[in-house]
């Protein structure tokens, strides 16, 4: 019986000739010379598509990237700054110094949103480095996209139910 062992053969560097140590070694530890090309790595996660999903909702780039408290806090903080901003500013015709905070909390909103942006571009980059895992998006992610398609929906069925209706009372009555 005749056992056949299957040695590798060591790889060698095409220009000094040398013996690799390794088979997939990029760089030739003799000459220094590029054997392979570097390896680029995959994007995982697009910092475009990030920043794109951030500047619609605030938190929603967190999500994309898998990051749900994250993008939780950016909501939060965003609708409450809003929210209390509007408040504030709904005051203004009976008590006019309520402009100012409202106008501050304007430029806090506005700096939330551009940090969440910033975030989400800057979460993507490090995902696809290899420093932070990613295991797939937040289950938020999909609550813009449903809230849009509802709207869709409501606006469709609005426009439907007032064609067919107004048409119910438009009819000519004959003599």
Same mark, same amino acid.
């Given at each position: 019986?005749?056992?056949?062992? !299957?040695?590798?053969?060591?790889?060698?560097?095409?220009?000094?000739?040398?013996?690799?140590?390794? &088979?997939?070694? &990029?760089?030739?530890?003799?000459?220094? %010379?590029?054997?392979?090309?570097?390896?680029?790595?995959? !994007?995982?996660?697009?910092?475009?598509?990030?920043?794109?999903?951030?500047?619609?909702?605030?938190?929603?780039?967190?999500?994309?990237?898998?990051?749900?408290?994250?993008?939780?806090?950016?909501?939060?903080?965003?609708?409450?700054?809003?929210?209390?901003?509007?408040?504030?500013?709904?005051? $203004?015709?009976?008590?006019?110094?309520?402009?100012?905070?409202?106008?501050?909390?304007?430029? $806090? $909103?506005?700096?939330?949103? $551009?940090?969440?942006?910033?975030?989400?571009?800057?979460?993507? !980059?490090?995902?696809?480095?290899?420093? &932070?895992?990613?295991?797939?998006?937040?289950?938020?992610?999909?609550?813009? %996209?449903?809230?849009?398609?509802?709207?869709?929906?409501?606006?469709?069925?609005?426009?439907?139910?007032?064609?067919?209706?107004?048409?119910?009372?438009?009819?000519?009555?004959?003599?």
């Amino acid at each position: 019986m005749i056992i056949k062992h !299957e040695l590798s053969m060591p790889n060698f560097c095409p220009t000094c000739g040398k013996a690799l140590q390794y &088979e997939n070694a &990029e760089i030739c530890p003799g000459c220094g %010379v590029r054997i392979q090309p570097p390896q680029v790595p995959k !994007e995982i996660r697009s910092p475009f598509w990030a920043i794109l999903f951030s500047f619609f909702l605030a938190g929603w780039g967190q999500w994309y990237n898998g990051k749900t408290g994250d993008g939780l806090k950016f909501f939060g903080a965003f609708i409450a700054t809003y929210i209390l901003a509007l408040i504030f500013l709904a005051m $203004v015709p009976t008590l006019p110094a309520a402009a100012i905070p409202g106008l501050l909390l304007i430029v $806090v $909103v506005l700096a939330i949103w $551009v940090y969440g942006m910033y975030d989400s571009y800057k979460g993507a !980059e490090r995902i696809n480095k290899g420093e &932070e895992n990613f295991s797939g998006k937040s289950g938020l992610f999909w609550l813009p %996209v449903a809230l849009l398609v509802l709207v869709i929906f409501f606006i469709v069925a609005a426009v439907i139910a007032a064609f067919v209706f107004g048409m119910a009372g438009s009819t000519p009555k004959l003599p």
